[in-house]
């Protein structure tokens, strides 16, 4: 069974924020939540991470409810340059991938 | 900062050929994981090394191999190949083999074309 669902494309605009849901019913007790974004040819980045409530940084935050089984990256104001996959993980030991999220902006 | 290093970034081998692909990981970090990603799919676990340990290993064959240097660089070897291991190899470095609570750094990648 996969760890974790996402949807797997999202179009958005320039300007407007994104919320990519993802549920992780069978979370483990000491899984953390963690999103990575892909561009074509390259290696995944790090975007954010989390346990549980609220997470914030300077490109993203992550919305975790208390029961854990799900997470919600958000994405202000997205640009062109934020067109890529994002990938949803719970782990606690090796990072597992699922196919992800691929993400369009448009003009 | 140096990154995550990986070298070669572009390889081209032939059926039944041997490859070694190389990752420096960051300076400070100890632990190296391995991925393979083919074209449409998110990247699959390959190997984690930890303190020149395996650590972890996932559900490839035996063909894969990897080690662990002193100086904490990596080295993925894959013999016989077969046109399926044509991929986007990618090498992640972190501070821990855990991934709670710490951020793994990958690098470019080594685009690996079997013919």
């Known amino acids: 069974l996969a760890k974790t669902t996402q949807p797997i494309s999202m179009d958005s605009y320039e300007g407007q924020e994104v919320n990519i849901t993802c549920s992780h019913n069978n979370i483990a007790t000491n899984d953390y939540i963690t999103w990575y974004q892909q561009f074509p040819s390259q290696g995944p980045r790090f975007i954010i991470q989390?346990?549980?409530t609220k997470v914030t940084n300077e490109v993203a935050s992550l919305f975790i409810p208390a029961d854990r089984k799900s997470s919600t990256l958000s994405l202000p104001r997205v640009s062109l340059s934020d067109t890529a996959v994002y990938y949803c993980l719970v782990d606690d030991s090796t990072l597992t991938f699922g196919k992800g999220t691929m993400l369009l902006v448009s003009p | 900062d140096a990154g995550v290093t990986q070298s070669p970034t572009h390889l081209i081998k032939t059926r039944g050929q041997h490859v070694t692909l190389r990752c420096s990981p960051i300076s400070g970090h100890k632990s190296v994981s391995w991925y393979q990603q083919v074209l449409g799919q998110g990247p699959q676990f390959i190997f984690q090394y930890y303190e020149k340990e395996e650590r972890g290993r996932g559900n490839f064959p035996d063909r894969f191999s990897a080690r662990q240097f002193p100086n904490y660089s990596s080295e993925l070897n894959v013999n016989a190949l077969l046109l399926g291991d044509s991929a986007l190899y990618l090498c992640a470095s972190s501070w821990t083999p855990g991934t709670g609570d710490t951020e793994a750094f990958f690098g470019q990648g080594t685009r690996l074309t079997v013919v």
């Open positions: 989390g346990y549980k």
